[in-house]
């Protein structure tokens, strides 16, 4: 499946990601898996993944499913910045600049969250779950929020229960 990934960074965000994430972690198997492979340059392809991820920025710091997008979609900016977060400690080239943004961005957006200001009719279709996703982004770049995190964990029961949507 490793052949998949090669036409690619020519997506969305979230195509973009799903196809940088598994480079991060095939370069030292690559050549015992398919030679052929392994005449490309993994590293080069994951650069221009996460440069590709970058370029979807949206001037208030989230990232938009598209290059030039201005509203950023926050579930889609989770899953970006956890391959930025992976890449990082992989040893890839990450601006820290622009990685400490985007966690800015999720940070003040999960406070809005919490604090009820985020209204539900403001949210896309996608990001209807994604503030414990958010967390877990947050908790991975050292920034976690334990006791949201424990509250957000609590309504799952209650929300089984009811049938109700977190």
């Known amino acids: 499946h490793l052949r998949s990934l090669i036409p690619y960074p020519y997506a969305c965000t979230e195509q973009t ?9 095939v370069g030292s198997i690559v050549e015992q898996i398919d030679p052929e492979l392994a ?8 650069l221009s993944g996460i440069n590709r991820v970058l370029s979807m920025e949206t001037p208030s710091g989230g990232f ?3 290059p030039g997008s201005t509203e950023p979609v926050e ?11 992976d890449a990082k400690k992989a040893g890839y080239s990450v601006p820290e600049d622009r990685l400490q943004a985007v966690l800015g961005w999720i940070e003040n957006r999960a406070a809005e ?15 209807e779950q ?5 967390h877990y982004v947050l908790a991975l770049a050292g920034k976690g929020k334990k006791a949201r ?10 929300a089984k229960a009811t049938g109700e949507q977190l």
């Open 17 to 25: 990601t799903a196809s940088t994430r598994p480079l991060l972690y």
């Open 39 to 46: 005449q490309l340059k993994i590293e080069d392809m994951v």
């Open 64 to 66: 938009g499913y598209w």
């Open 75 to 85: 579930w889609g900016t989770a899953y970006a910045t956890h391959m930025l977060i």
């Open 113 to 127: 969250r919490e604090s009820g200001k985020l209204a539900s009719a403001s949210w896309h279709h996608y990001d």
């Open 130 to 134: 994604a503030e414990a996703y958010l």
């Open 149 to 158: 995190i424990l509250k957000l964990i609590d309504q799952i029961p209650a």
